[in-house]
T-cell receptor, first 116, second 109 residues
Framework: GAVVSQHPSRVICKSGTSVKIECRSL??????MFWYRQFPKQSLMLMAT?????????EQGVEKDKFLINHASLTLSTLTVTSAHPEDSSFYIC????????????FGPGTRLLVL | EDQVTQSPEALRLQEGESSSLNCSYT??????LFWYRQDPGKGPEFLFT???AGEEKEKERLKATLTKKESFLHITAPKPEDSATYLC??????????FGKGTKLTVNP
């Protein structure tokens, strides 16, 4: 299967700072990338969808000014959590697909964010 | 509203004891139903995609089936390494996935 990487795998930061998470598709070109958040013992919740070269589409209730998404190339998307607060602590996971309906999304290993 | 419900929430099996996990869904215009495996602290690992009722797919000890309202993940003679949370998701158009809460499977040796 296709391989998606995320960096960093774990980050601890102070409240008020910004954190950038990278998501890369290693062996295929990802027209579409997705960002999810997962709280303990909960399922994955879609935050936003990003297409290469265009603005991200955010799900209802997700603040676009807080969660900045950039999809600069067909293999890289970044999520920046701006002015992070303790309630932003969560497991953030990206996925990538070739951009067609019905196509499989391949997930990265996730990034554990802890905001102190 | 699109919904995905997985049952049971948790399942404990003895090694070799076969069983099935259920995923029932309501979605307008199913584009695909996906099964993933998720280990603690990791991202979901792709297992199967099913597109139409009657479709079946197999991989080692796992077999996924699909009807118009639900999907089953059958596990035959499981091993301890099959222990994980199994997630079901449906695509509701625009490539967006709706996930169930998962079934946590524990296989005891």
């Amino acid at each position: 299967g296709a391989v998606v990487s995320q960096h960093p795998s774990r980050v601890i930061c102070k409240s008020g700072t910004s954190v950038k998470i990278e998501c890369r598709s290693l062996d295929f070109q990802a027209t579409t990338m997705f960002w999810y958040r997962q709280f303990p013992k909960q399922s994955l919740m879609l935050m936003a969808t990003s297409n290469e070269g265009s603005k991200a589409t955010y799900e209802q209730g997700v603040e676009k000014d807080k969660f900045l998404i950039n999809h600069a190339s067909l293999t890289l998307s970044t999520l920046t959590v701006t002015s992070a607060h303790p309630e932003d602590s969560s497991f953030y996971i990206c996925s990538a697909s070739i951009g067609l309906e019905g196509e499989t999304q391949y997930f990265g290993p996730g990034t554990r964010l802890l905001v102190l | 509203e699109d919904q995905v419900t997985q049952s049971p929430e948790a399942l404990r099996l003895q090694e070799g004891e076969s069983s099935s996990l259920n995923c029932s869904y309501t979605v307008s215009g199913l584009r695909g139903l996906f099964w993933y495996r998720q280990d603690p602290g990791k991202g979901p690992e792709f297992l199967f995609t099913l597109y139409s009722a009657g479709e079946e797919k197999e991989k080692e000890r796992l077999k996924a089936t699909l009807t118009k309202k639900e999907s089953f993940l059958h596990i035959t003679a499981p091993k301890p390494e099959d222990s994980a949370t199994y997630l079901c998701a449906v695509e509701r158009g625009s490539e967006k996935l709706v996930f169930g809460k998962g079934t946590k499977l524990t296989v005891n040796p």
